[in-house]
Nanobody
Framework: VQLEESGGGLVQPGGSLRLSCAASGFTFSAYFMRWYRQAPGKERELVASIGNGGRTITYANSVKGRFTISRDNARNTVFLQMNNLKPEDTAVYYC???????WGQGTHVTVSS
């Protein structure tokens, strides 16, 4: 299993970023996919989840209405569109398949003025 996150960076509060996660080594379309994040000094938390068909979607309360998870099964890629970013969204963002315990290197998101 390989997961490669990208799209992070430095953005001002209120800005947007779109994260991507390219997956390989497993049958992507058969698995739920999830985005997690880990802020400095905090535990990793689940941010968003999407079913294998793209219809079952859940979000953490802290990002609901601001983040949108989506997937492209033809490209084995899952996305996280993040709008109206806040300083508290600063973290390393990871994608993962579910069930499973494989992780990529993550992509850093910093929200700061």
């Amino acid at each position: 299993v390989q997961l490669e996150e990208s799209g992070g960076g430095l953005v001002q509060p209120g800005g947007s970023l779109r994260l991507s996660c390219a997956a390989s080594g497993f049958t992507f379309s058969a698995y739920f996919m999830r985005w997690y994040r880990q802020a400095p000094g905090k535990e990793r938390e689940l941010v968003a989840s999407i079913g294998n068909g793209g219809r079952t979607i859940t979000y953490a309360n802290s990002v609901k209405g601001r983040f949108t998870i989506s997937r492209d099964n033809a490209r084995n890629t899952v996305f996280l569109q993040m709008n109206n970013l806040k300083p508290e969204d600063t973290a390393v963002y990871y994608c993962s398949k579910w069930p499973g315990d494989s992780w990529g290197q993550g992509t850093h998101v910093t929200v700061s003025s």
